[in-house]
């Protein structure tokens, strides 16, 4: 039988993204490392899942990474290992995946969200500060419990304001845990995502930049102690088998998903150009349109992860595009705080949310995975160009 080709998959329904075409990439390599797992007998926590630590370590820049189960026990294992747990402050954005709120209640502790900036959709770090200043009446904290940390999370690829954020850290005493579920490879100035704060937790999620073939995730630190700490809590805080040091938990990294991840990791930096390349495409076919489109922070290197756009007739271009045999995503519809299993309980930030429920209703995830063609945002391109000039020229 000929061997299916990603482009085969693609060329009729474009999907906004295409775990499948990831894994037909690399299928020569990938098949084989799993064939080599599979025939070495030992499938949890072996030399592929060490190996991939140091080689993932060695890509993000910093001392230490340890291989976990999914991208949520990460930020709850960074914040565990922390020291953060019930009676403590973690701020975060409602602007976000629900795992990063759903991991600070995992731990114990209380989300506190604050606004996004409207053009980069990360963090503001003027309301993160208003918000640590609300908290403290006549320099005393308030009954809210003690502030200890702030998620920042580098959402679609961009990286969060980490100066900012790292600068008030410091002078609040807090612990900064970077969201890097989305962020494999983006960096400000030379430092990637995950070398900037205390720790990070990514998700190797199969439409990740870098994902697996299942579930994965992993953290990273410069801090021995903490790493010392995360290996002990993932299994059962043994030091010694059978022998719980500290009360841990199960999340292991198998060594299929860390063998997978090995040979991925390989073609991340020019799988994330690639999608640079195309979000370049974008941009010039989508600079005289109504829609806003991404913009860079000055330093930064975005990879990607979702290419979104925003237009007040969103809805409408979404169901134009669908129509057209293109598909589309909304990260995310309902931010944090309005989603049914937190409404009405979670703290606000200062300043409310007012960009978060807004950008909401207007942004737009089009098509964007390294084994696009040129020819498919071309595609999506001269369509949006159509529809803009079909429909008025109100975004
Ligand atoms: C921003 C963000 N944080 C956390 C996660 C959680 O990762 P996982 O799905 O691997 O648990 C995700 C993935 O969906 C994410 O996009």
């Known amino acids: 039988m000929e061997e ?57 820049a910093v001392r230490h990474a340890v291989g976990v189960a999914s991208g949520t026990d990460a930020l709850h294992l960074a914040l565990r290992a922390s020291g953060i747990g019930p009676g403590d402050v ?55 419990g003690r502030l200890k940390g702030i998620i920042p999370v580098h959402l679609y690829g961009q990286p969060a304001d980490m100066a900012a954020i790292g600068d008030i850290a410091r002078r609040y005493d807090m612990y900064v845990i970077e969201d890097c579920a989305q962020s494999h490879g983006a960096s ?35 801090d021995r102690e903490l790493a010392e700490r995360i290996r002990l809590l993932r299994e059962y805080g043994w030091r010694e088998r059978y022998i719980s040091d500290l009360p841990g938990m199960n999340t292991r990294l198998d060594e299929l998903q860390a063998a997978i991840l090995r040979v991925k990791l390989h073609y991340l ?16 076919f989508l600079s005289g349109t109504t829609l806003l489109l991404p913009k860079v922070r000055a330093d930064a290197h975005h990879v990607y992860h979702q290419y979104v756009i925003r237009s007040k007739r969103r809805d409408t271009l979404r169901v134009f595009l669908q129509e057209n045999a293109v598909g589309t995503l909304i990260h995310y519809p309902l931010p944090v705080h309005l989603q049914p299993a937190y409404q009405g309980r979670i703290l606000i930030g200062a300043g409310g949310l007012e960009h978060t429920q807004r950008v909401c209703r207007e942004i737009l995830s089009l098509p964007m995975h390294p084994h696009m063609s040129d020819e498919q945002a071309q595609r999506v391109g001269d369509l949006i160009i159509r529809w803009d000039r079909l429909t008025g020229s109100k975004s």
């Not at 030992?42 to 060490?50: N, Q, S, T």
């Open 90 to 144: 973690v701020i975060t954005v409602s602007h976000t995946a629900v795992a990063t709120v759903a991991a600070i209640e995992l731990a114990g502790a209380a989300p506190v969200l604050v606004d996004v900036d409207p053009v980069t959709f990360t963090m503001d770090p003027s309301r993160l500060e208003d918000t640590i200043k609300e908290h403290y009446v006549g320099g005393k904290p308030t009954a809210r």
């Open 269 to 284: 930096d020019q799988e994330n150009a690639r999608r640079r390349d195309l979000a370049r495409l974008y941009g010039s």
């Open 188 to 222: 400000i100035g030379s430092l990637k995502t995950g070398a900037w704060g205390n720790v990070a937790g990514f998700s190797f999620y199969p439409t990740k930049n870098l994902g697996a073939l299942g579930d994965g995730g992993a953290l990273a630190t410069n």
């Open 4 to 60: 299916t080709t990603a482009k085969d998959h693609t060329s009729e329904f474009l999907l906004p993204t295409n775990p499948l075409a990831f894994y037909l990439a690399h299928k020569g390599e990938i098949d084989a490392a799993i064939a080599k797992v599979l025939n070495g007998g030992w499938y949890i926590l072996g030399k592929e899942a060490d190996a991939f630590d140091q080689e993932f370590a060695q890509y993000l």
